[in-house]
Antibody, heavy 118, light 110 residues
Framework: EVQVVETGGGLIQPGGSLRLSCVASGFSVSSDYMNWVRQAPGEGLEWVSA???????YYADSVKGRFTISRDNSKNTLYLQMNSLRAEDTAVYYC????????????WGQGTLVTVSS | QSALTQPASVSGSPGQSVTISCTGTNSNVGGYNLVSWYQQHPGKAPKLMIY???KRPSGVSNRFSASKSGNTASLTISGLQAEDEADYYCCSYAGSSTWVFGGGTKLSVL
């Protein structure tokens, strides 16, 4: 069964750093395009970042230069390193796989909440 | 990377059909046949309902269909059921390996 579980969220002060993890089961994170998508409280979805099978990484303008997506194949885990956090980064962060169709997200985790506040 | 435009809310009675629009630009919706649609119930993760414009993943009811004309994509839900009440989001490939979502539409089944 395909499953992804995100962890690492919490309360962090503005300017701080946090690393989110997404542990996958039922498939390999190195064999599919993996993404992070976030949702601010009461708001819509926002694509954040993608990691392709070949290792190429892509970011939304809103996080470019501050966030880094990576993976550990041995742990079958996707990461999102978030630095210089701002209040507007407050959101539930979802790990999402682009499986059979690279252009859509077919499996999502339940998300982890990141709150940036002093 | 401006969000795609969706109506804030739509409603319909059980058994009726509703259509949710998603308007973008030539740089996203109009430029690629790569629009996907997601259903999200309160407190839950989004669920893929449509991909590559009009394709349904295995297990998704054929009451859900989608199409595109120019810069506007549409999701139609026929034979509305109570469990269809949820938020719906469109998403389009926007070039350069980036994606853009719509602002979301709240569907109420009256």
């Amino acid at each position: 069964e395909v499953q992804v579980v995100e962890t690492g969220g919490g309360l962090i002060q503005p300017g701080g750093s946090l690393r989110l993890s997404c542990v996958a089961s039922g498939f390999s994170v190195s064999s599919d395009y993996m993404n992070w998508v976030r949702q601010a409280p009461g708001e819509g979805l926002e694509w954040v970042s993608a990691l392709y099978t070949g290792g190429s990484t892509y970011y939304a303008d809103s996080v470019k230069g501050r966030f880094t997506i990576s993976r550990d194949n041995s742990k079958n885990t996707l990461y999102l390193q978030m630095n210089s956090l701002r209040a507007e980064d407050t959101a539930v962060y979802y790990c999402a796989r682009a499986g059979s169709s690279w252009s859509s997200f077919d499996f999502w985790g339940q998300g982890t909440l990141v709150t940036v506040s002093s | 990377q401006s969000a795609l435009t969706q109506p804030a809310s739509v409603s319909g009675s059980p058994g009726q059909s509703v259509t949710i629009s998603c308007t973008g630009t030539n740089s996203n919706v109009g430029g690629y046949n790569l629009v996907s649609w997601y259903q999200q119930h309160p407190g839950k993760a989004p669920k893929l309902m449509i991909y590559e414009g009009s394709k349904r993943p295995s297990g998704v009811s054929n009451r859900f269909s989608a199409s595109k004309s120019g810069n506007t994509a549409s999701l139609t839900i026929s034979g509305l059921q109570a469990e269809d009440e949820a938020d719906y989001y469109c998403c389009s490939y926007a070039g350069s390996s980036t994606w853009v979502f719509g602002g979301g539409t709240k569907l109420s089944v009256l």
